[in-house]
């Protein structure tokens, strides 16, 4: 009998650690990860307002809920890290994805140089996400010249696997 209360306790208390892959997600601190992103990017940044597009899925190219909450840490972790006014934008009405990149909608670079911003720097991204890891390519780009200063990308492990999936023998 005592046997069978301590499988029971078992099964209860070990689904108690499982978490799905979207809840390991919102529950994973990428601070870390975008500090090193951002540190290197500050040693490039020599104007202290940027703008900051949010995370897009790399598929689709547009904001998604995650996205979102990547762009998040990144915002936070330019501002402590940079000490820089960061604004974001939605970038969809000025620029299109086709198959073979990114085209701007305008000839003229005042739609999309926002005269009120008055940021020198864009820093966009994208991400992807596999079973145990989400991957962010992130770009740093000049306004005025319209060039990539800096690209960087960084895997980071969020999946928290269930303990009991585990194979204690498989070293």
């Known amino acids: ?13 070990s689904s108690c650690f499982y978490q799905t892959p979207d809840e390991a997600f919102y529950n994973t601190n990428f601070s870390k990860d975008f500090n090193k992103i951002s540190k ?4 490039h940044i020599k104007y202290r307002k940027v703008i900051l597009a949010d995370i ?3 598929q689709t190219l547009k904001p998604t809920p995650k996205g979102e909450f990547l762009t998040e840490f990144l915002r936070d972790s330019i501002v402590n890290q940079c000490n820089v006014s960061v604004y974001q934008i939605e970038l969809r009405e000025k620029f299109k994805a086709n198959n073979i990149g990114i085209t701007a909608l305008s000839r003229k670079p005042h739609d999309i140089k926002n005269k009120k911003f008055r940021a020198r720097y864009l820093i ?20 005025k ?9 960084k895997k980071i492990l969020y999946h928290i696997p269930n303990p ?8």
């Not at 009998?1 to 208390?13: A, C, D, G, S």
């Not at 009991?164 to 070293?171: G, S, T, V």
Request: proline share 2%; aromatic share 22%.
């Open 40 to 43: 290197d990017f500050c040693k």
């Open 56 to 58: 897009v899925h790399y």
């Open 145 to 153: 010249k319209g060039k990539v200063i800096l690209s960087k990308t």
């Open 124 to 143: 966009t991204g994208t991400y992807s996400i596999t079973e145990n890891f989400v991957t962010v390519f992130i770009r740093l780009i000049d306004i």
């Open 1 to 13: 009998m005592r046997f069978i209360y301590l499988i029971f306790f078992f099964f209860i208390f």
């Open 164 to 171: 009991m999936d585990d194979d204690p023998f498989n070293i």
